[in-house]
């Protein structure tokens, strides 16, 4: 791509015209790069530093480029209007993760701009949030988080007390996938239709895939570390 050589023939360029080619790559397949992330400290790095080459590029696929400098991370989001739509369950959990990020930011409890939980408060707060219990099942539940991670919004990391096989650590970039103006409108939404709970119409708003859904659509082309 001519765009990617003409970077990389600048005299002060440290970075090869695969270097582009491989950072552009990993932040279409995986949607959030960031700095702290041994896999992808090159590819964030790369783009956090041609910033607007790649804004340029991006937006050729419908796609806008954001750089928290702060947190340190990259995020593409897509910018078109298409309905995509995830499977219940996993709407359900990023509906979850987004409000344990919340409650973790207001409570100044995040580590390293990133929030920290627990099986059991998934668990619950997952409850709490759409009235349907959290999957019991250690494969499904590893599935559904393993969709999350390759959406850029989680990693899983060794459990502080030892006795769980992992916490799940949710990644600032989830502020920028999922929108809070709708977050506690699906949420209200989903309890209604929570067993036991009577129904009520659903509400206009899309579920928050119209952001992260592209990135279930782009996991066939890579996946995050």
């Given at each position: 791509m001519q765009h990617w050589e003409n970077l990389a023939s600048r005299k002060d360029c440290l970075y090869a015209v695969n270097d582009f080619k491989l950072?552009?790559?990993?932040?279409?397949?995986?949607?959030?790069?960031?700095?702290?992330?041994?896999?992808?400290?090159?590819?964030?790095?790369?783009?956090?530093?041609?910033?607007?080459?790649?804004?340029?590029?991006?937006?050729l696929f419908g796609m806008e480029v954001i750089h928290d400098a702060t947190e340190q991370y990259v995020v593409a989001i897509p910018r078109l209007e298409r309905r995509t739509t995830l499977p219940l369950e996993t709407t359900l959990l990023v509906l979850t993760l987004r409000q344990i990020f919340h409650e973790c930011s207001m409570r100044g409890e995040t580590e390293a701009g990133a929030a920290i939980a627990t099986i059991e408060e998934l668990a619950s707060v997952h409850e709490s949030l759409t009235g349907r219990a959290l999957t019991s099942d250690a494969g499904a539940l590893r599935g559904l988080l393993d969709q999350a991670r390759r959406m850029g919004m989680v990693r899983l990391i060794e459990a502080d007390d030892g006795v769980q096989p992992y916490d799940v650590k949710i990644l600032p970039a989830i502020v920028r996938m999922v929108d809070e103006n709708v977050l506690m409108r699906l949420a209200g939404h989903y309890q209604s239709l929570a067993p036991g709970a009577a129904e009520e119409e659903e509400p206009e708003a899309d579920p928050p895939a119209e952001r992260a859904g592209a990135a279930s659509e782009a996991e066939a082309g890579g996946e995050a570390p």
């Open positions: 950072a552009a790559y990993t932040l279409m397949s995986q949607q959030a790069l960031y700095a702290g992330e041994r896999l992808q400290a090159l590819p964030y790095r790369i783009v956090s530093e041609h910033l607007g080459a790649f804004q340029s590029a991006f937006e």
